[in-house]
Structure formats: C-alpha cells, structure tokens
C-alpha cells in the first residue's frame, strides 16, 4: 500500500488507531501510520555490505559495484518491511558506516583535512578511517550501546552546506518501488551535542544546521513523503533548561515552515523527561517514545500528547527477548485513550539486533522460543497494530504462543542454580578488595624486573587467513581437536617470536583460538548461548555475534590456561594473560531480563575470580581484565549512574582480588568518553590501566590527575582502527607529553586497543615504531633499558 494514497482500507486503519487528522500548511490532509520501526540493520543478513566495503577498500570492487550492493540490501530490507504489514518505512537508515558520520556529509560538515580527496566516497572513508597520511575522526559509544559512532568536527573554520543526495536518492528509491517511505534523519540537537566543537557550546551552532534542515524539509516535500523521522536521542540524557528552550525553539521553527512534511521527532534509550513536553509543546505532528526503557506514565500524564500521533515503542529494539504481547496490548490501549493518534513501533532502530531467527538451528525448542530477533520483532509490531485494529480476538493464537513462551522460560532450570546462589550470598566486603597498590607495586616491581615504560600490547594479533581456515575446518569437521591446537600453537609461536624480535618487554599470546572477546568466554560459561548468525554491527565493517546470556552463569572448567602456559614455555619474558570482565560481558551480551544486570554481573565475576586463581597457580604473573564497556553501561541520566558505577566496580573487584600482591592486575578501556566515569576507573584498583588516548591526543591523562589517580596507565600511543603507520617521533612526542602527566614509575607504552583486526605488516612496522620511540625516550632521561 502507498502512504501517498488515502484509499478507504487505508484511512479506515488509521481511524482505528484514533487519528483525527490534522491540516498541512499545504491543507493537505495526512495520515497517521500505524505499524513501524525505527531504523533497520544494513550490514546484510550474511555481512554482505561487510564484504563489499571491505572489498572496496582492499581494491577489488569498484564504487559502482559497492552502490549496487547497497540498492539491494535497501530493497531487501523495505520489501520485508512491507510485506509483514509496515505502513510507513524508515529510509535513508542505510549507511557505507556510520549514521552520525552521514550526518556530517549532509551538512558539509566533513573536516578540511580529508577535502583534497576528489571522490566523494573516498573522502567519506578517509573520515571514518584515515588514510597513511589522514588523521580519521574520533569514534565513541552510541549512547549506552555497543555501537560506535564517528565524533564529528566543528572548528571555527567549519562552513555547513546542505547536501540531500543520499537521503533525496533513497527516498527516490523507494518510492519508485511503491515504498511508504518515511525518510530519517539525526536531529539538529543530537547533531551539535554529540559532536567535537570548538571552543563556542554545541548548541551555539543551530543557527548554521537548522536553516539545511528546513530547506531539507522542503525537499522532501517536493517528493510526495508524507511524514519525516528526526532522531533526536540526545534528549533522553539530562539536558538544562537552556538546552531545552533551543529544542523547543527549533521544532517551533521547522513546524512552522509551510512546505513540509509532518515530522516525528524520534527519542529512545530512555524517557524524554522534560524535554516530552517541550516537544510536545511545539508544532511537529508526531513524537516517537522509547517504552522499554522508558515510562508509560510518563506519556501518558504529560499534558497535550492528545494533540500528537505517539510511535510508541513497546517493541524491544535493543534485546533478543520475545515480546509480552499481553502487556505490550495494555500500554498500546492505555496510550490511545490518551494520544491524538498511536502507531505501534520499535523502542529503536534495530541496528543493534541481528536480522533473524531463520538459520539458527543449534538452539534447543524452549530458548528458541523465547527469542525474536530483527524479523521476528517486525512480525510482533504487525501483529500488535493488527490487535488494535481488529481486537485481541484476532491475534488469539500469537497471544497463547506469547503466554507459553513466558510460562517455560520461567520455570526453566537452567535460571536458577542453587550452588551459585548460595556463594554469592555468602560474599563478604574482604572478596572485593586487596592490599594497597603501593604494596602491590613494590612486590609486582621485584618480581618482574621491567625497564621503566614497560612496552606492552593489549591482547590481540592479526587473525590471520591460516586462523580462520582452521577455525572453519574445525566447525566442519574436517579437522580434529588434536590438529586444530597444533595449527593455533603455531600462530601462537610466530607471534611470541614477533615479539621477542621487536623488543617488547611484556608479551601476550595473540588469542588466535578466540572468535571474539567475550564470545569466547560466553562459549565457555554456563548460561550462555552463542548464535550461528546472529551478527550486528559494532561499527563501520566490524561485526560481532553478540551471545545470549539467558541462566545463571557458571565456569565448568578452565578457559584460558592451556593457551597462556604454552606461550610461556616459549620465552623467559613475562605472558599476560587476557581475560575479558564482568561489565564487558555484560554489555557485548544480549542479557537476560529476569534479574538485575548487578547479579548477572557478579556470577560472571565468581568465574572469571576462578580463573584468575588457577592462572596465577599456573605461574602467570600478569593478567588482564579488560573493561572497555565500563563506559558504555552508564545510565543515561546522573540519578542513575551512582548505583551503576557502585555494583560495576564492585563485579569488576570480585573478579580480579582472589590474586597475591606479586600478581599485576591490568585492564583496558577504549572508545568511550572517559570523564563520566573517571573515579570508577580508580575504583576498579587495576595496577594498570591501558586505555584509549591516541585519537583525543591524552586528554584522559588530565581527567585521570583531577581525580588523584596513582596507579599504572598505559595510555594509547597511536589508534589501530586507522592504517596508518605513526612514526617513530610521533609516538616518541606522545610519551613525552605522557610524561607530562604521569611519572615515568607508572607509565606503560602500548597501542590503543587490540590488534585483531589490522594486517601483519602494518602491525610490524607500527610496534616496532612504538618499542623504537620507547627505547628513545628512556636514553633521553638516562634510563637504561634492562
């Protein structure tokens, strides 16, 4: 069906979602939609466009042939849109990478340094990734989920121009397919608030976008889209008042343009808070609220959403869990008697689950039956919008299916272990804390006998072509446990042996054997399931299969030790061993929601506190827990986040105090904005903190000073999420400034995150770079490199 088209059967479905209608400047009446979503998944369902860019990049698939990819992964995903019953379809959700860095693109807003760059989509991969000579943006956490987004840059010398090619030709390509297309882009305010700026606010800036977004609007207009989304998730977090009168005052402007096509300002990850009702004091036609992990009631008690068409998102965008239809129907009931009009919606884009359940045959009929990925949750938003048309009556056999689903997932055994209860129950405040670090550091000092700026890297190397063809013949059966340990040991030996050739002083094995960071571990736990496909998009190509934590968490045995004492026995300089912590397993998961994410952290904890002892037995002297989510799962607004930070520093100390004093206990973080959580990262009580710092040039050393830090830090010395080779003066001018900051008794020199992803050669020349400018700067101050 055409939303452009106001047929009976068409008009008829909106009333019985109670639109009234409302007048366009135009006098043109439009109307309301009643099933959608937010934004859709675009990395293919078998990480097709994955392939494609990476393809591109690497030179063996041309920029027409990646456009091509790109059209029919958009015309898969609104084609299964419409044909499961959506009526109006999220377009310009697509990305080549990343949606705040499109963003960018449409305003002109791409830094100077990548304009030399005559094509278009170079110039837009040179942003996101650098090149051997172009520094790439920053890249950080997407709210509190695991996706990252590109930081953009507003400098003095920043001059916006609109540039509506990619949403203007989307919309054209849907249309063209009969599409109910409804065009989405990032808000004005989210834009300017989540970007770098120079020294003037944020918001001092809405005078330069919000003339593009209303000459956008008119644009869209022109081409017959009835309604426009405009992401503004910014205004879940706590906003002051100035920065709600600017909302306010920018929705008044773009509501009164008289060319234009209704808007719905699109919210989620929590509740608007004030900012509902400055919305809702505007003119824009629509709002669309995050009923997850927001309230109802407050929807319902703010004054004028009757005059307002609400996309109420009661559908989990976020977690693979099945929906509660019953419950959903009530709140979808409850809003109606309340709103101008309601559609039923995601809670967000579905970006952040994988696309279906179809092909994940290894799960067992009951967990089965509790899950709905991105398919299956558009099925239950068509589903829902059919019960409010048409009654209860007609989604009978979807409802008993939903009730039995919830009846065996909670008496299921598997979520209730005793034993575990019993010890955590049985914790004491002694279990989370060790002896002072200065005690610490003096016997960690004499037991390992390292030079001052210790080189180390943070875990990974490159998962190389020989890696993943053992790792496949494995899954297949072609070859055994036996011969697998053999290849895996191999690769484990020639990274022992790059480092030893490169000179780093605390080595690591590479983690050739791991999938991924908590895959791996998840793969391990009892608990836990790993899916066959379920991949989502980190950020730009980079994919993971999120596991589904679903029971109480147990370690059946250990995980790590056969790997760790075999990249020991091969040299005398220490091996750290790398283990992923609580937080991170938490947040890279899909998690249960029968608990509290605090006791689902402390089980993991009591295993990774088991495998820590049985390490250090083995002889390990230094293991690393890393907690780069630490960040990440930070409540959204600050009443919250005191609570958070107390049980995520506390799972993170169950796990890593079961250890002697001679025993360093690092950890990691990375790609996250830092100085909300700066007093937790002390709290944690790591010997040493490696943490990201290259592509914010060691902003973070200051925040870590400010708050009386006086621990080991390793702070990123140059970004592995670019090709780029930094030379051997510019890490050497990074350690200086380093120094500047942090004594040389406590500074570590490593790169900024895991090596995993980048290319032997790369790795080799940008580590020996790293060790060469360490060995520099030590004979700067006469200190001598043992």
């Not at 121009?161 to 808000?187: D, F, H, S, Y």
């Not at 019960?387 to 409802?399: E, P, T, W």
Request: aromatic letters at 6%; a negative charge; glycine letters at 8%.
């Amino acid at each position: 069906m055409d939303e452009r088209g106001s047929t009976g059967a068409y008009a008829g479905r909106c009333r019985w979602f109670g639109w009234r209608g409302h007048e366009q400047p135009e006098s043109n009446v439009t109307l309301a939609f009643t099933a959608t979503v937010l934004g859709s998944p675009r990395i293919g369902p078998r990480r097709e466009l994955k392939k494609a860019v990476e393809s591109y990049w690497a030179g063996n698939l041309d920029a027409s042939a990646l456009e091509s990819v790109g059209r029919d992964l958009r015309r898969r995903t609104w084609t299964e849109l419409v044909d499961a019953g959506i009526d109006s379809v999220p377009v310009n959700t697509f990305s080549f990478y990343d949606q705040m860095l499109d963003t960018a693109v449409m305003l002109g807003a791409l830094p100077e340094r990548v304009s030399g760059i005559d094509s278009e989509l170079d110039r837009y991969f040179a942003a996101a990734r650098g090149t051997t000579t172009i520094a790439p943006l920053e890249m950080t956490k997407w709210f509190d989920t695991n996706y990252h987004y590109l930081v953009p840059e507003i400098t003095p010398a920043s001059r916006f121009t609109l540039n509506a090619a990619k949403v203007l030709g989307e919309v054209e390509e849907a249309l063209a397919l009969g599409v109910p297309a409804r065009p989405v882009v990032i808000g004005p305010v989210t834009f300017l608030l989540l970007s770098k700026s120079d020294d003037r606010a944020p918001l001092d800036h809405l005078d330069d976008v919000v003339p593009l977004y209303a000459e956008l609007l008119g644009l869209l207009a022109d081409t017959g889209v009835k309604w426009v989304q405009i992401d503004e998730p910014a205004l879940v977090a706590d906003r002051t008042a100035a920065e709600l009168e600017a909302t306010r005052s920018v929705y008044d402007r773009l509501a009164a343009l008289n060319h234009r096509p209704a808007i719905l300002v699109a919210s989620y990850f929590g509740d608007l808070g004030d900012a509902l009702t400055a919305l809702v004091e505007t003119g824009v036609e629509g709002i669309a609220v995050d009923l997850v992990a927001g309230s109802l009631d407050h929807v319902v008690a703010t004054p004028g959403i009757e005059g307002k068409h609400i996309a109420a998102g009661v559908i989990d965008g976020r977690n693979v869990w099945r929906s509660d239809l019953d419950g959903s129907l009530t709140a979808l009931e409850t809003l109606r008697d309340r709103a101008g009009s309601v559609a039923v919606s995601t809670s967000c884009s579905l970006l952040h689950v994988p696309y279906t359940l179809d092909g994940e045959n290894g799960l067992d009929p009951a967990l089965r039956s509790w899950l709905a990925f991105g398919s299956e949750k558009i099925r239950e938003v068509a589903t829902l919008a059919t019960a409010v048309r048409s009654g209860h009556a007609a989604i009978g056999d979807q409802l008993a299916q939903s009730r039995a689903a919830a009846e065996t997932r909670a008496s299921d055994p598997r979520l209730h272990d005793n034993a575990i209860r019993a010890r955590l129950a049985a914790l004491t405040d002694s279990e989370r804390s060790r002896t002072p670090a200065p005690d610490r550091r003096t016997a960690q000092d004499s037991e390992l006998s390292l030079p001052k700026l210790p080189t180390t890297t943070i875990g990974s190397y490159p998962q190389t072509t020989a890696i993943r063809v053992a790792r496949a013949a494995l899954r297949k059966g072609e070859i055994g446990q036996a011969e697998y340990v053999r290849r895996m040991r191999a690769e484990i030996a020639d990274v022992v042996a790059l480092q030893e050739d490169l000179g780093l002083d605390v080595l690591v094995h590479g983690e050739p054997e791991r999938n991924d960071m908590v895959q791996y571990f998840a793969e391990q736990f009892d608990g836990f399931f790993a899916t066959a496909n379920g991949w989502v998009q980190s950020y730009g190509s980079r994919c993971v299969r999120p596991p589904i934590l679903y029971g109480d968490v147990r370690r059946p045995k250990p995980m790590t030790i056969e790997w760790i004492s075999y990249a020991q026995s091969l040299t005398d300089k220490p091996v750290k061993a790398i283990l992923t912590g609580p937080v991170t397993i938490l947040a890279w998961s899909f998690v249960r929601d029968d608990q509290s994410l605090a006791e689902s952290a402390d089980q993991i904890a009591l295993a990774i506190r088991d495998e820590t002892a049985d390490l250090e037995t083995s002889g390990v002297r230094v293991i690393q827990v890393d907690e780069p989510a630490l960040r990440e799962l930070l409540p959204l607004r600050a009443a919250d986040q005191s609570a958070y930070l107390d049980w995520a520093v506390g799972a993170f100390r169950l796990a890593t105090s079961g250890v002697a004093d001679t025993t360093a206990i690092h950890t990691h973080l990375c790609y996250s904005e830092f100085g909300d959580v700066i007093g937790a990262i002390a709290g944690l009580d790591a010997d040493v903190t490696s943490i990201e710092a290259a592509r914010s040039h060691m902003e973070v050393l200051d925040d870590l000073n400010a708050v009386g830090f006086d621990l080991g830090v390793g702070p990123g010395v140059y970004d592995i999420h670019s090709p780029r080779v930094p030379s051997v003066d510019e890490i050497a001018g990074s350690l200086r400034a380093a120094l500047g900051a942090v004594p040389a008794e406590r500074l570590w020199v490593n790169p900024d995150c895991g090596l995993k992803t980048r290319r032997r050669a790369e790795v080799e020349s940008s580590l020996r770079n790293m060790v060469d400018a360490a060995h520099l700067v030590r004979a700067e101050h006469g200190w001598i490199s043992t």
